[in-house]
């Protein structure tokens, strides 16, 4: 009897299993039945090996605005995606599977400003989204998404910067789906775009998206602005590679950076054209040399010689950087899309108070600064999530005050000022090589969030904290090889070198 049931049950077991794959093979998931499937799938390889959910943040994040916009073919878009918390759900499965080993690092006292301080600035960010939010609180929440999470991965950082090959892969995987968006981005230029992305253009309300009815490529990403700043870390992990590989990857600047460069014009986002630019001269100009004497030199000489172009120009009548942007471009085949988002825009690079949204983004901050005449709105803003004032230093000033715009700024100030030390006192190859790009990452960031948010979304926020982690910790190690030198008789070259050190993870 026993027998028997066992095998009606077996059979009943066999039928319900078949209808269940039977029902999925013709029956699409919806978006919050993905995201608990991706977490099931995620959840124990991430806790087991928090490395593997590090490696699968960076491969997988870029392509969830792509795999949202083939849901809208079969759902409508919702208010509010569940798709868009997969990143946020593998920063949490890896810090929850680091968080033993983030409890002993607690008592390094080498480490203990910089954790101090990030974890204050993380439970305030907390905080500011309930006590002193003009906003609702579930409102106040969903815009912690952009604010919070990432700031995680600055902790994270720090633990994996002695692994030099992971952090080389990083580096390797931006640069391969730099060139991915890049064609496709293109492909969306010169052919076309699917059946899904034209779902999702008419879906939102984005109206910067589309200029005189013609839309910006955005590739596989969320916007033309996220295009463009990957495609600016991308530059930065191919400057990186110039020093890391052989002479055959050096082919890669001279191949991709014009193409990297000629995809963020297309995408018409004016102050990442400023960004590329200054990526390049920073890397070039500025970062490879040593001292603070020589790289104010240089700056003041770059400036003096912007200054000297664009009065020659007016001498002539040649129109400055725009005229060239345009003659850079008007070589490109006279594209009716290139002509309207890159040529004449252009003339808003070096003529922007004549500029139509630069001017009413003026208007908004002025009226900011005129509120912050009140104790309240200077001294505690507005909350987390509140206004966001096209600007990261004026968003921080309306959401918390005087206090948060200068807290961002002195985040800037102590990153920067943190990579150039390493550059100046590193006897270790690869720390300076990374030093170097995160350097040059922060001052690109710091220059471009004037008219952006740039670290409250994908890439930047990310990429941010997660380098900037790496950025101190490597300056920790940097330091700990000096004490080592100094105690046994001065002599540096009897120190253990930091290479040795961060090789072992070869």
């Known amino acids: 009897m026993k027998e028997k049931l066992k095998s009606f049950l077996f059979l009943i077991a066999i039928a319900v299993a078949g209808h269940l794959i ?13 995201v608990v499937f991706v977490a099931l799938i995620l959840f124990y390889p991430v806790m087991r090996s928090p490395v593997f959910g590090v490696k699968a943040l960076f491969i997988i994040v870029p392509f969830i605005p792509f795999i949202r916009r083939l849901y809208y073919l079969a759902f409508s878009r919702p208010k509010i995606d569940p798709l868009i918390m997969i990143g946020e759900l593998i920063i949490a499965f890896i810090f929850l599977g680091l968080f033993f080993e983030f409890r002993e690092r607690q008592k390094e006292q080498s480490d203990a400003f910089y954790m101090r301080l990030i974890s204050l600035y993380f439970i305030y960010l907390l905080l500011r989204v309930f006590l002193f939010n003009i906003t609702p609180t579930a409102t106040a929440l969903a815009k912690f998404k952009y604010y919070g999470p990432a700031v995680l991965l600055f902790f994270i950082g720090m633990y994996y910067a002695e692994k030099i090959s992971l952090l080389k892969f990083i580096w390797a995987v931006t640069i391969v789906l730099g060139v991915a968006g890049t064609l496709y981005g293109i492909k969306q230029l010169y052919i076309g775009y699917s059946a899904a992305e034209k779902v999702w253009i008419n879906s939102i309300s984005f109206s910067t998206l589309a200029i005189e009815g013609v839309v910006r490529p955005f590739s596989i990403f969320i916007a ?27 082919i890669l600047v001279f191949a991709l950076v014009p193409l990297f460069f000629f995809s963020v014009l297309i995408t018409s986002v004016r102050s990442s054209w400023i960004g590329m630019v200054a990526s390049l001269m920073l890397w070039f100009l500025v970062v490879n040399v040593k001292g603070r004497k020589k790289r104010i ?7 003096l010689g912007y200054v000297f172009f664009e009065l020659i120009s007016e001498m002539f009548n040649a129109g400055g950087i725009g005229n060239l942007i345009k003659f850079a471009t ?12 890159v040529a004449e825009r252009s003339t808003a690079v070096t003529n922007p108070f004549e500029e139509h949204s630069f001017v009413s983004r003026m208007a908004l901050w002025r009226y900011l600064l005129y ?8 001294l505690m803003g507005r909350g987390l999530g509140a ?4 600007s990261l230093y004026f968003t921080y000033f309306a959401e918390f005050g005087y206090p948060g715009v200068l807290f961002i700024i002195t985040i800037f100030i102590l990153f920067v000022r943190k990579g150039f030390q390493i550059i100046d006192n590193s006897i270790d190859r690869n720390h300076v090589i990374l030093a170097k790009g995160i350097t040059v990452m922060n001052i690109v960031f710091a220059l471009v969030s004037i008219t952006g948010t740039h670290i409250h979304n994908f890439p930047g926020d990310i990429y941010f904290w997660f380098w900037n982690g790496v950025l101190i ?20 070259s009897g120190a253990i070198p930091a290479g040795q050190l961060s090789g072992q993870h070869e």
Request: charged share 25%.
């Open 330 to 341: 008007g070589g490109l085949g006279g594209d009716k899309y290139i002509s309207l988002l």
């Open 297 to 303: 030199a240089i700056i003041l000489i770059m400036g």
């Open 473 to 492: 910790k490597i300056g920790i190690m940097e330091e700990r090889c000096d004490l080592t030198a100094e105690t046994e008789g001065g002599d540096v």
């Open 387 to 390: 206004l966001k004032a096209d």
């Open 224 to 250: 033309p602005v996220t295009f463009a700043d990957y495609l600016q870390l991308a530059t930065i992990g191919i400057l990186m590679y110039w020093f890391w590989g052989d002479k055959s990857h050096r």
């Open 22 to 34: 039977a029902h999925k093979m013709f029956d699409i998931p919806n978006q919050m039945e993905m």
């Open 371 to 378: 509120l912050s005449k009140e104790p309240v709105n200077a």
